[in-house]
C-alpha cells in the first residue's frame, strides 16, 4: 500500500484544515488507517485512526472534540478534518496503515507540514 498526504499549510490559530490521504492500492478491509503527527523535538503521536471495514475510529484526547478522521472507501481516502487548530498541533502529519491488530504502523505516507501561527 502506498500513501499520499495532502492538505497541509499555514493557518492561524483557531482556523481549520483538511488533510486527505490517498491509497494506492485497494485498501483491504483487515487495515487501520492512521494520522500521525511529529512535532520538533517530541515523540510521534498517534492523533487519530479508522478501521477501513467498520469505521471504527479513534482520536487521542489532545485533538477529541477538534479533529474529525473519516474515510471514503470508493475513492481509497482518509480525511482528517481538523477544526480550531492550536499552535501546539503544528507538527509534520502522516498518513499511515497497518494490519488490524499490529501494533506498529507498517505503512507510511510522506508527511505534510502543519503550521499554525498564534
Known amino acids: 500500500v502506498q500513501l499520499q498526504a495532502s492538505g497541509g499549510g499555514l493557518v492561524q490559530a483557531g482556523g481549520f484544515l483538511r488533510l486527505s490521504c490517498a491509497a494506492s492500492?485497494?485498501?483491504?478491509?483487515?487495515?487501520?488507517v492512521g494520522w500521525v503527527r511529529q512535532a520538533t523535538g517530541k515523540e510521534r503521536e498517534v492523533v487519530a485512526s479508522i478501521t477501513w471495514s467498520g469505521g471504527n475510529t479513534y482520536h487521542a484526547d489532545s485533538v477529541k472534540g477538534r479533529f474529525t478522521i473519516s474515510k471514503e472507501k470508493n475513492k481509497n481516502t482518509v480525511h482528517l478534518q481538523m477544526n480550531i487548530l492550536k499552535a501546539e498541533d503544528t507538527a509534520v502529519y502522516y498518513c499511515?496503515?497497518?494490519?488490524?491488530?499490529?501494533?506498529?504502523?507498517?505503512?507510511w505516507g510522506q508527511g505534510t507540514l502543519v503550521t499554525v501561527s498564534s
Open positions: 499511515a496503515a497497518k494490519f488490524r491488530g499490529d501494533p506498529t504502523y507498517s505503512y
Open positions: 492500492a485497494r485498501v483491504l478491509s483487515r487495515y487501520v
